[in-house]
């Protein structure tokens, strides 16, 4: 009883410890390195703090480009899932969320589409000030009940037209 206890509890540990890596040409066990766990994970959540964690992780500017490669694919694929779920969106603001911009007149729910969470968010009535970046790039976009009001900040993502 006891080694069968024992056995079961060290399976547990390897199965957590063990993924499926590639496809059905590459079916071979692989132990995740703490970066590709990071990596799994910031992919999961999409967070800007997982994401810090992945890039923490990186050792050499191949891991830095393994970290930004799928970055960008779940952030495409995060695009291409709000368009198709919002038929009700008008071209303009597809072209924005689809290339990561913004315009004023933009809605919460669209801009958040095309730049993710913000850093952080301050309200007052029926304004919010959204926070996206850090030091001297830190943009504050401003909200008058749901539509884009104003930024302050580098701007250099405005959809002109």
């Known amino acids: 009883m006891k080694k069968v206890w024992i056995t079961s509890l060290l399976f547990l540990f390897v199965a957590g410890c063990i993924s499926r890596r590639g496809g059905s040409e590459n079916n071979q066990l692989k132990i995740m390195s703490p970066l590709d766990k990071a990596i799994s994970q910031a992919a999961k959540t999409d967070h800007t703090d997982d994401w810090d964690k992945a890039y923490s992780k990186c050792k ?15 952030e495409q694929e ?18 924005a969320i689809s290339e990561g ?61």
Do not use: C
């Open 60 to 74: 050499n500017e191949e891991d830095l480009k393994r970290v930004s490669q799928k970055m960008k694919e779940v």
């Open 101 to 161: 911009q913004y315009f004023i007149g933009m809605t919460k729910d669209s801009l958040r589409a095309s730049w993710g969470p913000p850093e952080s968010i301050s309200k007052s009535g029926t304004r919010e000030r959204w926070t996206y970046g850090f030091g001297i790039s830190r943009m504050y976009l401003n909200f008058e009940d749901d539509k884009l009001v104003s930024v302050t900040g580098p701007g250099t993502n405005y959809l002109k037209k």
């Open 78 to 95: 995060r695009l291409k899932r709000y368009i198709s779920s919002h038929q009700e969106i008008d071209e303009r603001t597809k072209k």
